[in-house]
């Protein structure tokens, strides 16, 4: 069965630094998103991303957050200067969106520890 | 997107129906309920959708309540790998409009005792 996948599990980075999170979405999927859950809260969303653009975004999601699909395959989340408080795990997640198959797929994340 | 109501933890035991209950009494005509779970710090799982008929898939049912201000995800023969935080989302359906994300509340801790 087809899944999302990401890249790293883990990602250890210094406060202010910037990274990049990687997601390859499920190959015939349209529509991209970026969710966040800080440790022990609820899984946040973040950005949906379709046709090359932002589809809509959170009120998290500000301009240290971007996000791009740079080729056919790979969706990332780029956080430009990190903060301590963008420690979480980052979900990936995609979507057909056809109306017999309308469900996100969700990536098994990509923990982010920022020191 | 409505709100949902939903119990912060159950138990259950090995083997039998775990049955979980969701409120959501400002429910739109035009919404469905979504049932995702999220086993320990993984990516959450779809299990199951309905808009007001009951629904049955290879991992649970669901039934929607006459007035669909709540439902019941059905886990039929619960298993100790069905321990998770099982949420209940209602929302339009993403086949129209944009691409909008989900809300998670917090969800029902469901434990399996052996």
């Known amino acids: 069965e087809p899944e999302v996948t990401q890249t790293p599990s883990h990602q250890v980075t210094q406060m202010g630094q910037e990274v990049i999170l990687r997601c390859v979405p499920i190959?015939?999927?349209?529509?991209f998103y970026w969710y966040r859950q800080i440790l022990g809260q609820k899984v946040e969303f973040l950005v949906s991303?379709?046709?090359?653009?932002?589809?809509?975004k959170s009120e998290i999601f500000d301009d240290q957050f971007s996000v791009e699909r740079p080729d056919g395959s790979n969706f990332t989340l780029k956080i430009r200067s990190t903060k301590l408080e963008d420690s979480a795990m980052y979900f990936c997640a995609s979507h057909a969106r056809l109306v017999s198959t309308d469900t996100q797929y969700f990536g098994p994340g990509t923990r982010l520890t920022v020191l | 997107d409505a709100k949902t109501t939903q119990p912060t933890s159950m138990d259950c035991a090995e083997g039998r129906a775990a049955n979980l209950p969701c409120n959501h009494s400002?429910?739109?005509?035009?919404?469905?309920v979504y049932w995702y779970r999220q086993i320990h710090s993984q990516g959450p799982q779809y299990i199951i959708h309905g808009l007001k008929n009951n629904e049955t898939n290879e991992m649970a049912s669901l039934i929607i309540t006459e007035d669909r201000k709540s439902s019941t995800l059905i886990l039929p023969h619960a298993t100790l790998r069905d321990t998770a935080v099982y949420y209940c989302?209602?929302?339009?359906?993403?086949?129209?409009?944009?691409?909008?994300?989900?809300?998670f509340g917090k969800g029902t801790h469901l434990i399996i005792q052996p």
């Open positions: 190959s015939n999927h349209l529509y």
């Open positions: 400002t429910i739109s005509g035009n919404e469905y």
């Open positions: 991303f379709y046709n090359n653009e932002i589809s809509e």
């Open positions: 989302i209602v929302r339009v359906t993403n086949s129209g409009g944009g691409a909008d994300g989900l809300t």
